[in-house]
Structures are given as structure tokens and as C-alpha cells.
């Protein structure tokens, strides 16, 4: 069993397989060239595999996968099967922009993927190529419906910003409970490779645009292995809420975060990591296994959003850590 310094139990380890993306999100990475770090400074899949492998050794029980954008790595159905193959029980999800899913959701599925979060942040052409900066959401919503055809389990995240998409918070939650798939919005988390006009609608924002429709909303009792705090609408659609500016987010954190290039992640807002790498390469075990703790027991008790006294800006770039 993984534990923290602060007696936080980790059984969820989230692996990014490249900082690549095909977007250029406002909320993300707006002014990064199109580019991409060199092959030989990414783990390979199966020194990736090696990793997992020791976390589910010591009591990882889910297993996501992200980027930048996951589908732009060669091959990823290869890497998902291995992880399948060595645990087939184990919670193994993914996160994308769906944009490549119409040709790779068959293969996903095939390869063991039980769930995906694919990010859909309006359902209006012309606010997702701002968001975007691409024309991108027919592709997205074919992969969407490829997701749903091939069975894989799906989830909507949804960042709202002020000005762009808040309007459209209650046509994806509509669209969502139609097609049968959980909504979770996102407070925008503020970080420096962000648009620095980016301002994110809080959750109580949310909470009243969409009480402007639904007047009995219901606070769900929080799951401690859920980053989202559940509502229940009277018809029984429940929607989730991600709140980092609040301190109980933190309070039951289980992750721990996995870079390609092999940097060991205590905490999505502070910059502080340590590398696996050689250790992985070296086939040394025991090595990556010390690492793997240390970095726990460095785990911040949380991260400085809900802290009016400090600055809420993070320097992590997301992009290289999937979120």
C-alpha cells in the first residue's frame, strides 16, 4: 500500500505519453510552438510498463492515461494492452480532445480500455475553434459517437471561461444527460502557459447557470476517490463539479503523476518532481521503488489556488502532466 506523508492513501497513478497536442487551448498551452521533446528523452512504452508495473505492486488500483494529446503517440494501443495484460481488473482509462478517436476508439477498446474523459468545452462551432484555435468540433463529436458505438464508458470534462464558453454550460450538461454520459466541469486552474486573459467561472457560477433550468439541486455526499463533487438534478442526472480553489479537493487526494520523460509527480500545481528514468532504464526496481516513496512522502498536504495569501498562478505546465 502506497501512503503519503499526510496518511493520504495513492492508488491512482496518472501517465502522460507525450506533452505533444494537436490543440492550442486557452486554458493550456495558447502560445506553444508546434514542437515536440526529442524521442530518445521519452520513456518507452515498455520502460512506461516498467513503472506501472512496480505501482500496481504496491497497490495503484487505476491507471489513467494522458498527455498533451495521448493519440499522438504511435502505437498506444500497444501500451494500453500491456497494462490490460499484466492486470486486467485494473481501472484503466483515458483522457483526450477526441479529435483522433474516430480511427483509434476500435483499437483502444480492443486493447483493454474500460473508460475515457474526452474534453468537449461547447457545443458551438465557432467558440470551440476559439478555445481550440482549430476547427475541431464535428472531428470531436464523430469521436465521441465512435467512443459510444465501440462500448467504451464515457465522461465529458467541460472547463467554462468567462466570456467564451459560459454560455454553453447547460447545452453540453443537455446534450451529456441525452446521450447517457457524465458531465464534469472544471474550474479553470490558473497556470502561467495559460492566455493570460483566461478567467474560469467557480462553482457556485456554475451551480446558478444551471439552476436557472433545474431548481432542486442536490449536493451528493463526496467520493474520497473522486477529484469531483457529485450533484444529483431532480430527475436523477447526476454532474460533477472539479473544484481546486476549495480545500477539501486536496484534503482526500490519491494521485500521483507520471511524465514521459519520467518525471514522478507528487502535486499538479507545484513544479517540484523527481526523475525515474535512469532507475527504469538501469532495470533497477528497487531504485525507482525508493523514488516512488520518497516522492510521497514529499507529497504536499495541498496546493496554493484556495490560498488568497499566495500565488495562485501555477508554473506546472499541464500539458506535460495531463492535469
Not at 521519452?42 to 498527455?67: A, C, Q
Not at 494501443?77 to 483515458?94: E, G, M, R, S
Not at 474523459?117 to 476559439?130: C, E, G, P, V
Request: proline letters at 3%; hydrophobic letters at 35%; one cysteine or more.
Amino acid at each position: 500500500m502506497l501512503i503519503d506523508g499526510f496518511g493520504r492513501k495513492v492508488d491512482y497513478l496518472r501517465v502522460s505519453v507525450t506533452e505533444r497536442c494537436n490543440f492550442r487551448c486557452q486554458y493550456c498551452m495558447p502560445e506553444k510552438p508546434f514542437s515536440w521533446v526529442p524521442r530518445e528523452n521519452l520513456l518507452s512504452y515498455e520502460d512506461l510498463f516498467k513503472f506501472i508495473k512496480v505501482g500496481i505492486d504496491e497497490g495503484i488500483k487505476k491507471v489513467r492515461v494522458t498527455g498533451g494529446e495521448p493519440l499522438l503517440r504511435d502505437d498506444l494501443d500497444y501500451f494500453i494492452k500491456l497494462v490490460n495484460d499484466y492486470k486486467n481488473d485494473i481501472d484503466l482509462a483515458l483522457t483526450t480532445n477526441g479529435f483522433l478517436l474516430p480511427q483509434m476508439a476500435q483499437k483502444l477498446r480492443d486493447a483493454g480500455l474500460k473508460r475515457i474523459n474526452i474534453s468537449l468545452d461547447t457545443l458551438d462551432t465557432s467558440r470551440a475553434k476559439q478555445i481550440a484555435q482549430k476547427d475541431v468540433l464535428s472531428t470531436v463529436l464523430e469521436g465521441i459517437k465512435k467512443a459510444k458505438e465501440v462500448g467504451l464508458k464515457i465522461k465529458i470534462n467541460c472547463v467554462p471561461l468567462k466570456g467564451i464558453n459560459d454560455i454553453d454550460v447547460l447545452e453540453v450538461l443537455e446534450f451529456c444527460k441525452k446521450e447517457g454520459f457524465v458531465v464534469r466541469y472544471i474550474e479553470f486552474m490558473e497556470n502561467s502557459f495559460a492566455k493570460s486573459s483566461s478567467k474560469g467561472l467557480n462553482s457556485d457560477e456554475i451551480l446558478e447557470i444551471i439552476s436557472k433550468k433545474y431548481k432542486n439541486i442536490v449536493k451528493v455526499p463526496r467520493d474520497s476517490s473522486s477529484p469531483a463533487q457529485y450533484y444529483k438534478l431532480e430527475d436523477g442526472y447526476e454532474f460533477g463539479i472539479i473544484e481546486p480553489h476549495k480545500d477539501d479537493f486536496c484534503a482526500s487526494c490519491n494521485r500521483i503523476r507520471l511524465t514521459a520523460e519520467g518525471f514522478l509527480i507528487p502535486c499538479l500545481y507545484f513544479e517540484d518532481a523527481m526523475s525515474i528514468k535512469d532507475a527504469i532504464r538501469a532495470n533497477d526496481i528497487d531504485k525507482a521503488t525508493e523514488i516512488l516513496r520518497l516522492v510521497l512522502k514529499n507529497k504536499p498536504e495541498k496546493n496554493k489556488w484556495s490560498n488568497e495569501k499566495d500565488n495562485k498562478v501555477s508554473q506546472r505546465a499541464f500539458y506535460q502532466t495531463g492535469g
